[in-house]
């Protein structure tokens, strides 16, 4: 069984981010979405927040599991005893810093691959960045994120339905 691990933040879910895990199991039996503390970002969710959203927008993806995750990726992977990391590449400027993680982690442990996969076109424009920007200036979320993400994300910023 081929196991990819998805890590990253994902402070909030997009729907790049869903493309990306939908995309990943057609190469992968099992996919991990390692959703990463990484207090660094200072996130605007807290974990069990952004791993309980994560849940609700793969619930319906069979073979797909979402865990909290902090340290080391590659100490990750081989407790899981997972094949690849999963990156998801939107732009040219997402390569350089793809390219260094996929490096270092190869240095710490050739034993893994990094997977980079490319959402949508539809979703190539998508960060959780912009997203927060977008919901907290009143625009509409509705072709971004899940309904519910939407609503979470309004509320946290406090700004009425878009």
Same mark, same amino acid.
């Given at each position: 069984?081929?196991?990819?691990?998805?890590?990253?933040?994902?402070?909030?879910?997009?729907?790049?981010?869903?493309?990306?895990?939908?995309?990943?199991? &057609?190469?992968? $039996?099992?996919?991990?979405?390692? %959703?990463? *503390?990484? @207090? =660094?970002?200072?996130?605007?969710?807290?974990?069990?927040?952004?791993?309980?959203?994560?849940?609700?927008?793969?619930?319906?993806?069979?073979?797909?599991?979402?865990?909290?995750?902090?340290?080391?990726?590659?100490?990750?992977?081989?407790?899981?005893?997972?094949?690849?990391?999963?990156?998801?590449?939107?732009?040219?400027?997402?390569?350089?810093?793809?390219?260094?993680?996929?490096?270092?982690? &190869?240095?710490? $442990?050739?034993?893994?691959?990094? %997977?980079? *996969?490319? @959402? =949508?076109?539809?979703?190539?424009?998508?960060?959780?960045?912009?997203?927060?920007?977008?919901?907290?200036?009143?625009?509409?979320?509705?072709?971004?994120?899940?309904?519910?993400?939407?609503?979470?994300?309004?509320?946290?910023?406090?700004?009425?339905?878009?």
């Amino acid at each position: 069984m081929k196991i990819g691990v998805y890590p990253g933040t994902f402070d909030p879910v997009t729907q790049g981010h869903t493309d990306i895990i939908g995309r990943s199991l &057609r190469v992968f $039996d099992r996919v991990i979405v390692a %959703v990463a *503390l990484n @207090p =660094s970002k200072r996130p605007l969710f807290d974990l069990a927040e952004r791993v309980e959203m994560v849940k609700l927008v793969t619930k319906n993806l069979a073979h797909v599991e979402v865990e909290a995750f902090d340290g080391l990726l590659v100490e990750y992977l081989r407790q899981h005893t997972a094949h690849a990391v999963i990156r998801g590449l939107r732009a040219i400027a997402d390569f350089e810093y793809e390219l260094q993680m996929a490096l270092i982690n &190869r240095k710490l $442990d050739n034993n893994f691959e990094t %997977v980079f *996969l490319m @959402p =949508s076109e539809e979703y190539s424009y998508l960060t959780s960045s912009i997203i927060k920007e977008v919901g907290g200036l009143g625009g509409s979320l509705k072709d971004f994120v899940h309904p519910e993400v939407a609503d979470r994300l309004r509320q946290r910023l406090r700004r009425p339905s878009a």
